[in-house]
């Protein structure tokens, strides 16, 4: 008896680790606005959702980091669904605090621009298998802001 059930637990598995899954990219990251607290980014992330029923998101949570430190991490939650069998863009914002891009001037100073590292966890509730996440990393950099172009020349 004991063989059956292990014969179906491989079986299962095999199943669940050839299925399709949706899948999410990072499509671009940039400024979205500036406020007397701090300067918000917009992450742009594609999902795919390959199933027939729309999927819910539970949350998405993000960490971005700018030399190799966390200058920003926060959570989403139940930002809408992915729709069916198509492809769902999310607006991520991330808010760095003002105080956070001081202690960065190095990095900033050199090319006024953060090089950042995005990591983002999409939470999704899969009928039959419950919470699933989906990991999406970016790399790149961010060109600040300057004085003229937020108050005009």
Not at 2 to 7: E, M, R
């Amino acid at each position: 008896m004991a063989g059956l059930v292990d014969k179906a637990k491989e079986f299962m598995a095999e199943k669940v680790a050839n299925m399709e899954k949706p899948e999410a990219a990072v499509k671009n990251v940039d400024l979205k606005d500036v406020t007397s607290e701090c300067i918000t980014y917009k992450a742009d992330v594609n999902v795919s959702n390959p199933y027939s029923t729309s999927i819910p998101i539970c949350e998405i949570s993000y960490t971005f980091k700018s030399a190799d430190r966390v200058i920003a991490e926060g959570t989403i939650p139940d930002p809408g669904s992915l729709k069916a069998n198509d492809d769902t863009m999310l607006d991520v914002g991330v808010k760095v605090p003002h105080s956070v891009l001081a202690s960065l001037v190095k990095d900033i100073g050199a090319d006024w621009d953060i090089d950042y590292e995005l990591n983002i966890i999409l939470t999704v509730d899969l009928p039959i298998f419950g919470n699933f996440n989906i990991p999406v990393n970016s790399k790149g950099e961010i060109k600040l802001p300057t004085l003229s172009s937020l108050f005009g020349s």
